[in-house]
């Protein structure tokens, strides 16, 4: 099963990587071994978020920029507003990316 890493720049992602780093510098952990958490790290996240995630959300906002490379979107809008079933929430300023699922069975 093929993933891609766009996770590891979200929160927790980016908080695994500064900890396996710590690890890796400290002696605690090989470098290989990190990797492959971060490799594991990427193929939990893509499966939790196909077969766990039931919500569906509609999100409203400016277009500021848009772009379309290697088959991936990336979409930066202004004043977009979230809503879910039970609300909403109003973001300044929000970056999607998007990658076509289908490459990932490839």
């Given amino acids: 099963m093929a993933t891609f890493e766009l996770y590891r720049r979200s929160t927790i992602g980016m908080c695994l990587t500064e900890t396996l780093d710590e690890m ?14 971060l490799v594991q790290f990427d193929k939990s996240m ?10 569906k959300v509609s999100i409203k906002g400016h277009l500021h920029t ?3 490379c290697d088959n991936v979107w990336t ?13 909403q929430e109003d973001v300044g300023r929000v970056k999607i990316v998007a990658c076509d699922s289908k490459l990932l069975t490839q």
């Fill in 24 to 37: 890796v510098q400290s002696g605690t952990l090989s470098p290989e071994l990190a990797i492959q958490v």
């Fill in 46 to 55: 893509t499966e939790a978020l196909e077969t766990q995630v039931k919500s």
């Fill in 75 to 87: 979409f930066i809008l202004q004043n977009a507003i979230f809503k879910v079933d039970d609300g």
């Fill in 66 to 68: 848009y772009r379309f």
